[in-house]
């Protein structure tokens, strides 16, 4: 049931992040926001998943240090200028005037890269795949929303990558790409993988791969961005390596990035009227057990309890044993999304069952009391299948295609989602086409498919993705 939910996004996501204790968004700072312990447990669960992918994957986890010094930051033109107006700086130490300038890191090329310069020898020391998983701070002057928006952004886990050629950037770019879909699908959530365009890529980069999500109000979320760097910032940075023919050459570069946003997309793709439902790979509890209690079979009741959480101690499972009505605790779980629930009363006792409730559906079953282990695993497996697919599913409507501007602009405007159309190439078809149906120009969408240019009536080769975007 998402009804509430479709009718107003933003007050189901702000209502949502406080009362399932995610973030508490009252810190005195704007943009800058509190994890709770159990939203904080939801991103540690969902860290161990791209450390996962990304340490199997042969990259390995390192720390740089947060400030930058302006000579440094300023080296790279393109990326200067695409970030000189987000940045936070430190300009003094106590009471004293810092000499040199220090850059609270918007991202961490510039304190990286001087160091790759001393790093890299020779070809034997490429490539090297390194990432680190930190805060980085960025002046955002657009509104500032919990998760989506941050100007902390506290979960930025960035990859940095060095390679001899550029066909061995272009295969980490492919890599890069396949991690992160892995890593959305381990959480079911769905995404579109496209081309920005040039006017929009990552300063510095020679082009950007971005993931974009679609959110109920049709909205997009960009959740993660892969770019090529090509040898730009090798050439700024003096990032050389001797081939095995004894010549210097420059360096090749990729980076890739993730944010707070994936957790927000997590909550948002899977939620409803009710509250959360968190996929039981990264949720604190996959279930949560509520004893049923009667009068004079309290004690019998709570002896079977203890009993059911020992065979469950494999899976992340909650006893409720507040001194409340049962009725309570089910709508506090559900809010914070516990994919599972077991009530366990007299009743089940005598008959040899538990029910259970699963989030996703709301659907209440009893199961056995024997195997019962292998009955709740089963189940939350179901649940993970379900969420993913349902999302899919839902993702998929929200895909238009449209061979007029009108056509596309109606559909954007009304709030149902992205709009697919033909575009010739020409940065001033794309500006038109960005003005006329009032939306942005996403990318390029990897499938070719011939039709017409929406900006000039040409033959287009290419399909663009467009809508409006967080
Ligand atoms: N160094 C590269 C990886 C980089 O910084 N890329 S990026 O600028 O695109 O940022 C990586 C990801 O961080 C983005 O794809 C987006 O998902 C997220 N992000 C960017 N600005 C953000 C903000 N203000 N709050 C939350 N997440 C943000
Ligand atoms: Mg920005
Ligand atoms: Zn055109």
């Given at each position: ?11 189901w996501?702000?209502d949502?992040i406080?009362k ?23 991103r540690k669960?969902?860290?161990d ?7 199997k ?13 302006e000579?440094?930051?300023?080296k790279e033109?393109q ?10 700086w ?9 000499n ?6 918007p991202?961490?090329e510039?304190?990286i ?7 890299v ?9 390194i ?10 002057t657009?509104h500032?929303?919990?998760l ?9 886990k960035e990859a940095?990558?060095?390679h ?9 770019i492919?890599?890069?790409i396949?991690i ?14 496209i ?5 929009d ?19 997009t979320?960009q959740i993660g ?18 081939d095995?023919?004894?010549?210097q050459?420059?360096a ?12 927000a ?17 990264v949720a604190p509890?996959?279930?949560v ?6 009068k004079?079979k ?17 899976l992340?499972v ?6 409340i009505?049962p009725?309570?605790?089910?709508f506090d ?8 629930r077991i ?6 006792i ?10 996703d559906t709301m659907?209440r079953?009893?199961?056995s ?8 695993k089963?189940?939350l ?6 969420l993913?697919a ?6 998929k409507?929200?895909i238009y295609e449209?061979?007029?501007?009108e056509n596309?602009?109606k559909?954007?405007k009304e ?7 033909g575009w010739?190439?020409d940065?001033?078809?794309g500006?038109?086409?960005?003005d006329e149906i009032d939306?942005?120009?996403?990318g ?5 498919k ?5 900006g000039c009536?040409?033959?287009?080769r ?7 975007s967080?």
């Open positions: 049931m998402r009804e509430k939910m479709n009718r107003n996004f933003s007050e996501y702000n949502i406080e399932a204790e995610i973030l508490d968004i009252r810190y005195p700072v704007k943009g800058l926001y509190v994890w709770f312990p159990y939203g904080f447990k939801v669960y969902v860290l998943v791209i450390r996962e992918l990304l340490d994957t042969g990259h390995q986890e390192a720390l740089f240090p947060l400030l930058i010094p000579h440094e930051f300023a033109a990326h200067i200028k695409g970030f000189e107006d987000e940045v936070f430190v300009t003094h130490g106590g009471r004293e005037p810092l040199v300038k220090l850059a609270l890191r991202t961490s510039t304190a890269y001087p160091m790759f310069l001393v790093w020898r020779s070809h034997a020391d490429l490539p090297i795949k990432y680190q998983i930190v805060n980085v701070f960025r002046y955002e657009k500032t929303r919990p989506i928006r941050l100007r902390e952004i506290t979960t930025f940095h990558t060095v001899e050629s550029m066909e061995s950037a272009e295969a980490q492919e890599e890069a396949q992160y879909k892995n890593f959305f699908d381990e959480l079911g959530v769905p995404y579109s993988v081309r920005r365009p040039d006017w890529k990552f300063p510095g980069a020679v082009y950007t791969m971005a993931f974009d999500t679609i959110f109920p109000d049709g909205r979320l961005t892969v770019h090529n760097l090509g040898q730009n910032f090798a050439k700024t940075f003096n990032i050389k390596f001797e095995s023919e004894g010549n050459q420059y090749y570069q990729t980076c890739y990035g993730i944010s707070d946003r994936v957790i997309a997590l909550l948002v793709t899977h939620g409803d009227d009710h509250g959360l439902c968190i996929p039981p790979k509890i996959q279930c057990i509520i004893p049923i209690w009667y004079n309290k004690d019998e009741v709570d002896r079977e309890v203890v009993k059911l959480k020992e065979e469950l101690k494999d992340r909650h006893v409720d044993d507040r001194d009505r009725g309570s605790k089910y779980w559900e809010i914070k999304g516990v994919p599972l009530e366990l009363g007299p009743k089940d005598e008959e040899g069952k538990v029910t259970v409730v699963r989030r659907e079953t009893t199961i009391r024997e195997n019962v282990k292998e009955s709740v089963r189940i497996a179901s649940i993970t299948d379900n993913k349902r999302a899919w599913d839902e993702f409507k929200k449209a061979t007029s501007l596309a602009r559909i954007i709030g149902r989602g992205v709009v697919r159309l010739c190439g940065e001033a078809c500006k038109i086409i960005e939306a942005d120009f996403l390029i969408v990897d499938e070719k011939d039709g017409v240019c929406l009536g040409r033959t287009s290419n399909m663009i993705q467009v809508g409006r967080y």
